[in-house]
């Protein structure tokens, strides 16, 4: 299994970016897929998470600003996220589980994801 997170950058306040994550070596349309953060000196986070359904969940900070989504075809997900902040500055991760279902009950814990990308970095600073 192998995630390649990627398109972090150095932005300003109110600009976007859009986050990519590659996968390979499992079965990308049976995976629940998700981005955490973790910023210096706290723990990671939960930022949103899709479902094979398409449906999609985000944290709070995340709603209205951040879409998730994913292209099965190309084995893909990704992170669009508008009007940032600096409480946006972190390493951002995306993660993977094939749960038998397809459904993790417990998509906000990091605990439930068996394998993770290297993170890419966003900072978020005028």
């Known amino acids: 299994v192998q995630l390649q997170a990627s398109g972090g950058g150095l932005v300003q306040p109110g600009d976007s970016l859009r986050l990519s994550c590659a996968a390979s070596g499992f079965t990308f349309s049976s995976a629940v897929m998700a981005w955490f953060r973790q910023a210096p000196g706290k723990e990671r986070e939960f930022v949103a998470t899709i479902r094979l359904s398409g449906r999609s969940y985000y944290a709070d900070s995340a709603k209205g600003r951040f879409t998730i989504s994913r292209d099965n075809a190309k084995n893909m997900v990704y992170l669009q996220m508008n009007s940032l902040n600096v409480e946006d500055t972190a390493v951002y991760y995306c993660?993977?589980?094939?749960?038998?279902?397809?459904?993790?009950?417990?998509?906000?814990?990091?605990?439930?994801?068996?394998?993770w990308g290297q993170g890419t970095q966003v900072t978020v600073s005028s």
């Open positions: 993660a993977a589980d094939q749960p038998p279902n397809g459904i993790l009950s417990s998509f906000r814990s990091p605990l439930v994801y068996d394998s």
